[in-house]
T-cell receptor, first 112, second 116 residues
Framework: GIQVEQSPPDLILQEGANSTLRCNFS?????LQWFHQNPWGQLINLFY???GTKQNGRLSATTVATERYSLLYISSSQTTDSGVYFC??????????????FGQGTILTVHP | EPEVTQTPSHQVTQMGQEVILRCVPI?????FYWYRQILGQKVEFLVSFYNNEISEKSEIFDDQFSVERPDGSNFTLKIRSTKLEDSAMYFCASSEALLVRSYEQYFGPGTRLTVT
């Protein structure tokens, strides 16, 4: 099946700093989602971004499907950005009905 | 904004007991999923469900697990005889369209299952 790798595994920032999280995937995809898992364990949808660039406030994401990677940018980080960030993709082909394969996540800690 | 809901938020059960986790997907969605996340690990796919039948299941989804859509709104995951290793966060998700590989999945807040 498709492999998803995220980097870095851990990231520690001071409030106000910017960061870039990366998601590499092993096969072509027509869907990619970014999630934030908050300290209560909830998965919050951040972006649905099969290709191109999207922005939502201080967060933006870019997917370059032809090169099999996606980037999540966090600007002016706040302590509430802390948590785990996951990317997830479905298989591009085959008979799967959209199951998402998740990466291992990037643990982000933002200090005040 | 429509959202996926799950109940209960936390379930504690004894080994060998049956549990039913409940989900209400977004009302116009057609595909439903269960995922689980063991503490500290990544989220793993369990099963997908469409048109009142299982579309796909993972190797984790053995005979101890079953899913059902008992009415027009609820979607349930049953674990018949829980084991310690079933302790995890269970997420329900739903997506809108038939071309599900191209459409966004929306996740519920999760049910934390603790088996003692």
């Amino acid at each position: 099946g498709i492999q998803v790798e995220q980097s870095p595994p851990d990231l520690i920032l001071q409030e106000g700093a910017n960061s870039t999280l990366r998601c590499n995937f092993s096969d072509s995809v027509n869907n990619l989602q970014w999630f934030h898992q908050n300290p209560w364990g909830q998965l919050i949808n951040l972006f649905y971004i099969p290709s191109g660039t999207k922005q939502n406030g201080r967060l933006s994401a870019t997917t370059v499907a032809t090169e099999r990677y996606s980037l999540l940018y966090i600007s002016s980080s706040q302590t509430t950005d802390s948590g785990v960030y996951f990317c997830a993709v479905p298989p591009a082909g085959g008979t799967s009905y959209g199951k998402l394969t998740f990466g291992q996540g990037t643990i982000l800690t933002v200090h005040p | 904004e429509p959202e996926v809901t799950q109940t209960p938020s936390h379930q504690v059960t004894q080994m060998g007991q049956e549990v039913i986790l409940r989900c209400v997907p977004i009302s116009n969605h057609l595909y439903f999923y269960w995922y689980r996340q063991i503490l500290g690990q990544k989220v793993e796919f369990l099963v997908s469900f469409y048109n009142n039948e299982i579309s796909e299941k993972s190797e984790i989804f053995d005979d101890q697990f079953s899913v059902e859509r008992p009415d027009g709104s609820n979607f349930t995951l049953k674990i018949r005889s829980t084991k310690l290793e079933d302790s995890a966060m269970y997420f329900c998700a739903s997506s809108e369209a038939l071309l599900v590989r191209s459409y966004e999945q929306y996740f519920g807040p999760g049910t934390r299952l603790t088996v003692t």
